[in-house]
Structures are given as structure tokens and as C-alpha cells.
């Protein structure tokens, strides 16, 4: 009886054939292969091959802050380097969707989302300006050094001084709106360890957008983060401007696989009559969508104590 307790539960993770190849998302190099990372440790055929940022060091890279905001909520100065395998600042980089670093910061509570591209000086020294509210903030650094074609992201920690209110996550929800007027409409579902289809609608004034501007090399640029570690995901749209199949929207469609079960904060950034704007979603990621997202997972009640 025990046995098929447990056997049960396993056997979610166990079922799925073994994925094939993620077809290689068009329009960009670098990040798109996926290719076996040993610290994958997880059972489920293709997971967690790109959840990253969890880590200040990794592969002999280390993202190194030199200077941040010394006030909460006035424009600092944020400088950092990635130092390379033998700790010289790395100064050359493959560019990734279009740019050759990509910087990411958000509050851990989730909010204040910023998606940045700093200037480096020539010593490797990035910099950028930024206003950041009180709290601990993680940074996100997402780059390919030179000489390696998939990129990586680096994440560390840093801290701004003031009294922190922190945000409660945002309940579930399929549509976001703009301060000026746009709503974003989201479809699919996050299935752990699949590809999974998502796709993004915007529309403003309740008209739908189809003059979309490329941005980043894509209609749209989407970074899903983990709620309770900030694990980073990156997710590939599927078409790019000028293929001759990928429209300027409404929809912007992606394929996100995340690593495990559990909700997600989705940032989708769009570029629509110059200004690029930012649709927040928290989305909750099931093995079975249709389940209630929240169930607890069924411990075996055994009376086996594993521990002391
Ligand atoms: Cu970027």
C-alpha cells in the first residue's frame, strides 16, 4: 500500500518520454541549444537546463559589484565587472539578442523590475544609472563571454539602505496593464520540465497593437523569475522580425520551460511607438494545468522517521 503511495507520486515526474531537441528558436544565436549542464539534477528529461542566476560564480566567471546607489530612489551610479577564469575582468563579449550584456534587477520581493543594457569601459568595467527603492535587490547579469557560444547568468545580491515594505506577490493572473493604456493578454501554461507555449497579446486602448517594434531582436522580450529563490529562466520567442512569418503582433509568442511546479513572475518587455514598456504576470506553473495550482504535494505517511 505504501509503495504505490509513493510509486504514485513519482510517477508524474517519471512518465514523459524523453523530450526531444528543443527546435532551435530562429533569429538568434547563443543561448538557444541548451546543451546538458552537469549540475542538472533534477529527473525530468530537458528541466532546469536553463534556470540560472543562482549563483554569484559559475564555470569560472564571477559577477563583481563595484559600486552601487548609495540613496534609495535617486539615480546611482551601479558598476560591476565580470571577472573570467584567472580573475581578469573579462572585456570581450558575443552579443546576445542583439546587445553584449544584458542587465537585470528586481527587489527579491519580486518588484521593481529594471531590464538594462550598461556601457562598458574599456578596463570590463559596466555601468549604468539606476534609481532602486529600499531592500535587497538582485542583479541579474546575462552575458556570453567571448569564445563561448551559450550564455550564462550570474546573480548576486545587493542592498539599499531605507525601510522596506515588501510587496506580497501579485495573486495569479492572465492579463496586465500599462500605466498608459496598454493590456496584455496571456495564454498557455507553464508545465515544469516542458516546452511549454506561451503566448502574449497586447492591445491598447482595447485595440489590438499590430505595429509592434522589434526590440532585442524579437517582438518581445520575456524573462520569467521564480518566486522564493529568483531563479532566472530564459525564454525564446519563437519567430523574429523579418522572417517573413512572425507578425508585429498583436501576439508574441514564446516557449518557456521552467525547471519545477510552483508560481513565476513573468516580465514581458514590448517596444510600441518608441517607448519600451514592461507587463508584469505572476503565473503558477503545474505539472497537470487544470489542477488547483496550490495543492500540497502528498507526503507518504509513512511512520518512518528519516531523520533524528
Ligand atoms: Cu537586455
Same mark, same amino acid.
Request: hydrophobic share 40%; aromatic share 6%.
Given at each position: 500500500?505504501?509503495?504505490?503511495?509513493?510509486?504514485?507520486?513519482?510517477?508524474?515526474?517519471?512518465?514523459?518520454?524523453?523530450?526531444?531537441?528543443?527546435?532551435?528558436?530562429?533569429?538568434?544565436?547563443?543561448?538557444?541549444?541548451?546543451?546538458?549542464?552537469?549540475?542538472?539534477?533534477?529527473?525530468?528529461?530537458?528541466?532546469?537546463?536553463?534556470?540560472?542566476?543562482?549563483?554569484?560564480?559559475?564555470?569560472?566567471?564571477?559577477?563583481?559589484?563595484?559600486?552601487?546607489?548609495?540613496?534609495?530612489?535617486?539615480?546611482?551610479?551601479?558598476?560591476?565587472?565580470?571577472?573570467?577564469?584567472?580573475?581578469?575582468?573579462?572585456?570581450?563579449?558575443?552579443?546576445?539578442?542583439?546587445?553584449?550584456?544584458?542587465?537585470?534587477?528586481?527587489?527579491?520581493?519580486?518588484?521593481?523590475?529594471?531590464?538594462?543594457?550598461?556601457?562598458?569601459?574599456?578596463?570590463?568595467?559596466?555601468?549604468?544609472?539606476?534609481?532602486?527603492?529600499?531592500?535587497?535587490?538582485?542583479?541579474?547579469?546575462?552575458?556570453?563571454? +567571448? &569564445? !563561448? #557560444?551559450? $550564455?550564462?547568468?550570474?546573480?548576486?545580491?545587493? %542592498?539599499?539602505?531605507?525601510?522596506? @515594505? =515588501?510587496?506580497? /506577490?501579485?495573486?495569479?493572473?492572465?492579463?496586465?496593464?500599462?500605466?498608459?493604456?496598454?493590456?496584455?493578454?496571456?495564454?498557455?501554461?507553464?508545465?515544469?520540465?516542458?516546452?511549454?507555449?506561451?503566448?502574449?497579446?497586447?492591445?491598447?486602448?482595447?485595440?489590438?497593437?499590430?505595429?509592434?517594434?522589434?526590440?532585442?531582436?524579437?517582438?518581445?522580450?520575456?524573462?520569467?523569475?521564480?518566486?522564493?529563490?529568483?531563479?532566472?529562466?530564459?525564454?525564446?520567442?519563437?519567430?523574429?522580425?523579418? +522572417? &517573413? !512569418? #512572425?507578425? $508585429?503582433?498583436?501576439?508574441?509568442?514564446?516557449? %518557456?520551460?521552467?525547471?519545477?511546479? @510552483? =508560481?513565476?513572475? /513573468?516580465?514581458?518587455?514590448?517596444?510600441?511607438?518608441?517607448?519600451?514598456?514592461?507587463?508584469?504576470?505572476?503565473?503558477?506553473?503545474?505539472?497537470?494545468?487544470?489542477?488547483?495550482?496550490?495543492?500540497?504535494?502528498?507526503?507518504?505517511?509513512?511512520?518512518?522517521?528519516?531523520?533524528?
Amino acid at each position: 500500500m505504501l509503495a504505490l503511495v509513493v510509486g504514485g507520486g513519482v510517477g508524474a515526474v517519471a512518465g514523459p518520454t524523453p523530450a526531444p531537441a528543443p527546435e532551435a528558436p530562429t533569429g538568434t544565436a547563443g543561448s538557444a541549444a541548451a546543451p546538458p549542464r552537469p549540475e542538472d539534477g533534477g529527473g525530468t528529461p530537458g528541466a532546469a537546463t536553463d534556470a540560472g542566476g543562482l549563483a554569484v560564480s559559475e564555470d569560472g566567471y564571477t559577477l563583481d559589484v563595484t559600486d552601487t546607489p548609495d540613496r534609495a530612489d535617486r539615480p546611482g551610479e551601479l558598476a560591476f565587472r565580470i571577472l573570467g577564469p584567472g580573475g581578469a575582468p573579462v572585456t570581450a563579449f558575443t552579443p546576445t539578442h542583439d546587445k553584449p550584456l544584458h542587465l537585470i534587477v528586481v527587489r527579491r520581493d519580486q518588484s521593481g523590475f529594471q531590464h538594462l543594457h550598461p556601457v562598458m569601459d574599456p578596463d570590463g568595467t559596466w555601468r549604468t544609472t539606476t534609481a532602486l527603492a529600499p531592500g535587497d535587490h538582485r542583479v541579474f547579469a546575462d552575458f556570453a563571454p +567571448d &569564445g !563561448r #557560444t551559450e $550564455a550564462m547568468t550570474l546573480g548576486r545580491d545587493i %542592498a539599499v539602505a531605507g525601510a522596506y @515594505g =515588501p510587496v506580497p /506577490l501579485p495573486p495569479p493572473s492572465t492579463v496586465a496593464t500599462t500605466p498608459d493604456g496598454y493590456t496584455v493578454t496571456l495564454t498557455g501554461a507553464l508545465v515544469p520540465g516542458t516546452a511549454s507555449p506561451v503566448t502574449l497579446s497586447v492591445a491598447r486602448d482595447g485595440a489590438p497593437v499590430t505595429d509592434l517594434q522589434p526590440y532585442l531582436a524579437a517582438y518581445g522580450h520575456l524573462v520569467a523569475l521564480r518566486t522564493g529563490d529568483l531563479a532566472y529562466l530564459h525564454v525564446h520567442p519563437t519567430g523574429s522580425p523579418g +522572417d &517573413g !512569418r #512572425t507578425a $508585429a503582433g498583436p501576439a508574441i509568442e514564446f516557449v %518557456a520551460e521552467v525547471p519545477s511546479a @510552483g =508560481p513565476y513572475r /513573468l516580465y514581458l518587455d514590448f517596444a510600441h511607438r518608441g517607448v519600451v514598456r514592461t507587463a508584469e504576470f505572476t503565473v503558477v506553473a503545474a505539472a497537470d494545468p487544470g489542477a488547483p495550482a496550490g495543492a500540497p504535494t502528498t507526503h507518504a505517511e509513512s511512520g518512518a522517521p528519516h531523520g533524528h
